[in-house]
């Protein structure tokens, strides 16, 4: 009876000890993904330049609502786990790590921009204002930029331009998470102006919900009627 109450013990304390260990791994290769998506700011930083800001964008694809654009500059290091493209993560951790990058930032700016404009200017100029609005709400103007997508035209300041930016620079991959979460917000709020679009759910987007509630009640007053799906 002793026996078997001494291998019960021993084997929890394996099990303990093989999930801690685990737990540690897992901490390990999360640090070193974190400090490989460092690698673009550690390089200007060491060139000098100590005000590196990453841009990204959300709501480009939407039906309605705004494009909403963040830059968020890091101090060097830092570690919060897990920032990744915003895409790639739950709405839950998407807001746990909105606040920790607010939290621990050095600079956040958001740029917003209408669906009105949007039908004026068009979806790509619009996300370019978004951005250069984004960079303006920042306390100090950046002296380098690192973009997700395409370089921001007509704007004198250094910048990189990265194809799937939020999985190769930690800035952007935080400026994915601000502008996403900050967006959501926003449709969260529209939904209960116009909820029988559904917005809280779909945030604009055209799901098949959306498309049958616009041939239903035709499009409200922040859709984007540039649009072909909204003209339809």
């Known amino acids: 009876m002793v026996r078997k109450v001494k291998d019960r013990r021993l084997k929890i304390t394996k099990t303990i000890i093989y999930s801690y260990q685990r737990k540690i791994e897992k901490l390990y290769k999360e640090r070193l993904r974190i400090y490989n998506l460092y690698s673009y700011e550690t390089r200007l930083k060491i060139k000098g330049y100590s005000l590196v800001a990453g841009i990204d964008e959300a709501g480009r694809g939407s039906l309605s609502g705004p494009v909403v654009a ?3 500059i890091l101090p060097c290091r830092l570690f919060i786990p897990y920032i990744k493209d915003s895409k790639k993560l739950s709405s839950k951790k998407r807001t746990e790590l909105y606040y920790s990058i607010l939290n621990s930032a050095k600079d956040v700016g958001i740029g917003i921009v209408d669906a009105k404009i949007i039908d004026r200017i068009n979806i790509a100029q619009a996300s370019f204002l978004a951005m250069k ?7 100090e103007i950046p002296d380098y930029l ?13 910048q990189i331009p990265l194809i799937k930016g939020e999985d190769r620079s930690i800035s952007i991959a935080a400026a994915s998470i ?3 979460v900050y967006r959501d917000d926003i449709m969260v709020k529209y939904d209960q102006k116009y909820p029988q679009y559904l917005f809280k759910k779909n945030k604009g987007y055209g799901t098949e919900e959306h ?9 409200s007053e922040i859709h984007r009627k540039s649009f072909k799906r909204v003209r339809v």
């Open 70 to 72: 963040a830059a968020v």
């Open 133 to 139: 609005k984004a960079i303006l709400d920042l306390k």
């Open 146 to 158: 690192l973009v997700d997508g395409f370089k921001i035209p007509h704007l004198n300041i250094l």
């Open 178 to 180: 601000i502008a996403k």
């Open 211 to 219: 498309l049958k509630a616009l041939l239903k009640y035709g499009p």
